[in-house]
T-cell receptor, first 117, second 109 residues
Framework: GAVVSQHPSRVICKSGTSVKIECRSLDFQATTMFWYRQFPKQSLMLMAT?????????EQGVEKDKFLINHASLTLSTLTVTSAHPEDSSFYICSARADSQGKNIQYFGAGTRLSVL | QKEVEQDPGPLSVPEGAIVSLNCTYS??????FMWYRQYSRKGPELLMYTYSSGNKEDGRFTAQVDKSSKYISLFIRDSQPSDSATYLCAMTNAGKSTFGDGTTLTVKP
């Protein structure tokens, strides 16, 4: 089956530091990956769409300078939370869209729980 | 109005019950229909996907799509406590997926 690996699963950092989260499609190519944020007991909130070799597309209200996305290969996208603050504490989830399935199916990573002190 | 509507629940059933989870949608262009299961503090896991109207069965799970009514369902037979999770429906058109807000299910022993 299609597997998406997201790392780290949990990170605690001090306010003002930057945190990088990796999302890898292990057994398929993904031209497009997605980054979501989820608050407790709430639905997925799409932050940005990451496209291999080009700039990410950010949803309205998401600061692109705050949440840096790089999609350097067909199997890896990274999200960097720059100068993190306590309000950035959340559950971040990536997904990858399988190129081989007509780009219709998204597979999700296990998520990263970020806590900013 | 949202493109995809899903009853948020919560839904609580006894072990062994048949569970019905539903979503309605307004965009007739949706082509693929997915169901994901999300356990607490985990990413969503793809359970099933279908392309056409009709039923698709996988073990205790049956996905049903009625394109004429713009209605999809997920049935869980012989529900188990391990089925307790949030279930998200999703639909895709031209590579763009739209998700429901999820239904939280609790199966009590």
């Amino acid at each position: 089956g299609a597997v998406v690996s997201q790392h780290p699963s949990r990170v605690i950092c001090k306010s003002g530091t930057s945190v990088k989260i990796e999302c890898r499609s292990l057994d398929f190519q993904a031209t497009t990956m997605f980054w979501y944020r989820q608050f407790p007991k709430q639905s997925l909130m799409l932050m940005a769409t990451s496209n291999e070799g080009s700039k990410a597309t950010y949803e309205q209200g998401v600061e692109k300078d705050k949440f840096l996305i790089n999609h350097a290969s067909l199997t890896l996208s990274t999200l960097t939370v720059t100068s993190a603050h306590p309000e950035d504490s959340s559950f971040y989830i990536c997904s990858a869209r399988a190129d081989s399935q007509g780009k219709n199916i998204q597979y999700f990573g296990a998520g990263t729980r970020l806590s900013v002190l | 109005q949202k493109e995809v509507e899903q009853d948020p629940g919560p839904l609580s059933v006894p072990e062994g019950a048949i569970v019905s989870l539903n979503c309605t949608y307004s965009n007739s262009a949706f082509q693929y229909f997915m169901w994901y299961r999300q356990y607490s503090r985990k990413g969503p896991e793809l359970l099933m996907y279908t392309y056409s109207s009709g039923n698709k069965e996988d073990g205790r799970f049956t996905a049903q799509v009625d394109k004429s009514s713009k209605y999809i369902s997920l049935f869980i037979r012989d529900s188990q406590p391990s089925d307790s999770a949030t279930y998200l429906c999703a639909m895709t058109n031209a590579g763009k997926s739209t998700f429901g807000d999820g239904t939280t299910l609790t199966v009590k022993p």
